[in-house]
């Protein structure tokens, strides 16, 4: 593939996006330890199970506007009226099933962030504060141990595969391909 700029990248970025050509290059595989960052990409992953994810990133910032910034307290407060409202929002993906996901998994998030100080400190804690080399799956153990306690925690859009994609965003799996120009990797394999 020819990139305008001449820097070669992962194969799904799309070339003629620019927002996605940012996310690629600026944040996607860059370690994250930002609570509201770790729930805006926790629900944004939920959001783009059966879609693509350039779709859910072009409607990144409706999202933010719909869900008070991902504020994750404001979300778990939602009631049913402000869940119809949201199915109603043309800026957003309005699927019922996982508009009502996210308020349950704020509540999950908000009863992790009290058990462990921190969501960061939970997910972390998984590989011990590093980030681990991967390439070419969608699933893992490691997705599977998470998917799994995400799950029995409430959480709901959580499957190992919309968990093993959410650990590639936020940097806990750094899975650039060979050839991609960030593919030197700030890793440990396992």
Known sequence: MEWKDGRPRCRWANPD?????????????????DDRLLFEMLILEGFQAGLSWEC????????????????????????????????????IIRNR??????????????SIRQEWGSFDRY????????????????????SDAISADLRRRGMSFVGSTIIYAYLQAVGVLWSHEEGCFLQAPPCQNP
């Not at 996006?17 to 330890?33: A, C, K």
């Not at 990144?60 to 991902?70: M, Q, T, Y």
């Open 17 to 33: 996006n620019p927002r996605y050509l940012h996310y690629h290059d600026e944040e996607w595989g860059v370690p994250v330890h």
């Open 56 to 91: 859910v990133l072009n409607k990144r910032e409706a999202f933010r506007r719909a869900f008070d910034g991902f504020d994750w307290e404001k979300v778990a407060a939602y009631d049913e009226a402000r869940c119809v409202a949201l199915a109603m929002d043309p800026g």
């Open 97 to 110: 099933r996982k508009i009502a996901a996210a308020v349950k998994n704020a509540r999950a998030f908000a």
């Open 123 to 142: 997910l972390w804690h998984w590989t011990e504060g590093k980030t681990i080399c991967e390439r070419d799956r969608t699933t893992s153990p490691l």
